[in-house]
Each structure stands twice: as C-alpha cells, then as structure tokens.
C-alpha cells in the first residue's frame, strides 16, 4: 500500500478533485496497484466521515465548540468494518486490550479496538495526507518493543472516546492522545 | 600482648567501617526507596478552540499539539501549568479549569525506566468523566486527555510524567 510515488499535495489534489482531468489520469498512472487501492480507501473513508458529519444534527457538529461531538460521529463512522478490499488497514497502538467490564453499554475500551478508530479519525482530520493514518499493520509491531508511553485501558464511562497517537513528520510517535467527547459541559466550568 | 596492640586498631576501622556503612545506609536507603517510590510530573492544561485567535508562544515546543488533529485547533492558551511528584499509593490531585478534578496515581516504576499510571478526571458528587485510565508512561512523551468543553472551546491536558518532562 503506496502513495510514495506522488508527493503528498498531488494525493490530497486528487482526493479533492482538484487536478485537471489530464493531471489526475497521469498522477493514477504514476501509481502502482497497492497504491490505487490506497488511494481509494482514502476516499472511501473520506465520504464515510463527511457522512457522518452530515448526519442528523449536523449543525452542531460543524459548530466549533462541538468538536467532541464530531469525534464522536467519526469515531462511530470509523468502526464500521471496511467494506471493500483496498479500504485501507490501520495500524494498531502497542498496549494490551482490557475486555469489555460493560459490554452492553461499551464502557471499557481496549486500546487495540480503538486502533483502528483512531486512526481513520487522523486520516480524516488530516487536512493534507499525513504519514500517519494508514499504515500496514505488519512492521508496527517492530517498534512496539521499545520504552513508549502506551494506554493499556481506558473506561470512558458514560462518554465516547478513542485513543489515538500524535506523530510528527518522520513518522516518530510524539504523543499519545484520549479523547473524549464532553456531552454535558459544566454550568459553572463556563463550557 | 602484641596481638592486642594489632587488632585493636583492626576492630576499630572495622567499626568505623560498619559505622560508615550504617551511615550510608540509612542515607541511601530511604533515597532509593523514595526514587522507586515518587516521580516529578508535569501538567498542561491548553484552551483549544477553532476560532481564529493567537497560540501561545508557550506550546511553540509542544510539537504534538501542532500535528493532526490539534492543528484544527486555530487558538490555544495556556491555562495551567503544574508541577506535581507523584507518589505511589498516594494518589495526586489537580484542579481544571473546569471545576473537574484530574486524579494522577503512581502505582510502578518499571525496570525500563517507564511509570505506570492511574488516571481520573471526574467532578465531586458528578458522573465521572474518565472513570478510569492506565497508562504506562515514557519519560518525555506525553499523553493528553482532550475533548472538554470550556468556553467555548476545548480542555487539552497533557501529562508528562517522569524527569525528561
């Protein structure tokens, strides 16, 4: 799975449509058939986290102190099972998984089962096509050995959350990120 | 006769030497003790909001809140900056902005130089926010609990734990 062969703003141009016809059809020829597939699981899970910003109340998720309620809507977007072959594989977070204490309700979230979640949710919040979303899921473990931070569980409560990781431009993990939507902001915390 | 003169000397080096020995014992030993025992942490809490507005030079070294997803974000502050020691068995408390409290438990210093950690953000009398969150944490790689709301905008807090934070 390879987007190497065309530079990063040519990827995202043409996830946006923004290249000239003739400009789209050499950039695909450019790419190998790894990289096709990539490239159509990008979009694939473009259209399925713009759906989901869409939804039923999209103007509150489009409202800027609503941005919790977003992750929510992307992340439930981002569970869904990848449909088709080439729908791009997502890297899973070193850190063990904790079985459900509520399964019902989805409480208790191990970290591998977010994985994929998280990482669909930065391939999509990524303005530009950042080397971190996908990734194949083999060579990660490689590094997994090493002295990192690592969020063995995490219980959200009555919340919604994902776990997901920072990376900077070399691909080297910068930090580790739970983020949980808010539902109910405080009357006397101002938010 | 003489053997007395010898080893009287003897004995008294070898008390002086228990004595020494005693001494840096009881030194040492409550030092290393307190160094499996309690760690230096830090704490960021950063307003993040998506209306235009400046960053605060302060975040200029957090690299990670300049990457996806925090780059959505076109306005940070600083709201608190803490410095805490985290001892085991005693969990650390810090107040947010917010009114919420963010709960930081040492339970474990690791051979590889790592701390795992309990975590809590909750409210007294209120649901819990984060009921509950293990981490095992690098010294200097953060990790944040983001997603409260706060005038209009939205808590990142970040949690260096260990002497590199």
Redesign the interface.
Known sequence: MSLDAIDDDRVQRLLDGDLAPGEADAARAELDDAGRAALDGHRRLGEAMRAAARGRDAEAALRPDESDALFARITAAAAEPAEAEGAPRLRALPGGATAPRRPARGRWVGVGALAAAAAAVLAWLGSRPGPTPVADAGPASAPAAEARTEVLAVDFGQNTGTVFEVEGDEGERLAVVVWIEDPAPLAGGGG | MKNTWTTRPRARALGALAATLALAGAVAGPSLAAAQDETPARVLVVLA???AGPIDPALRDV??LQ??????FRSMQVLDRSRVTLRRGSPTNVEL????RLRIELQQR?P???F?VKVSIN?PAQ????????????PG??????????????LVV?VYVGDAG
């Open positions: 909001k998506e209306a690299e990670a990457r996806p997803p925090f780059d959505a902005p917010n009114g919420r690791l590889d130089g790592r795992r409210r649901n819990d926010y984060l009921p509950l969150l293990h981490v095992v944490a690098s790689e953060p990790f944040f609990v983001a997603g409260q709301s706060h005038q209009g905008g939205t970040g």
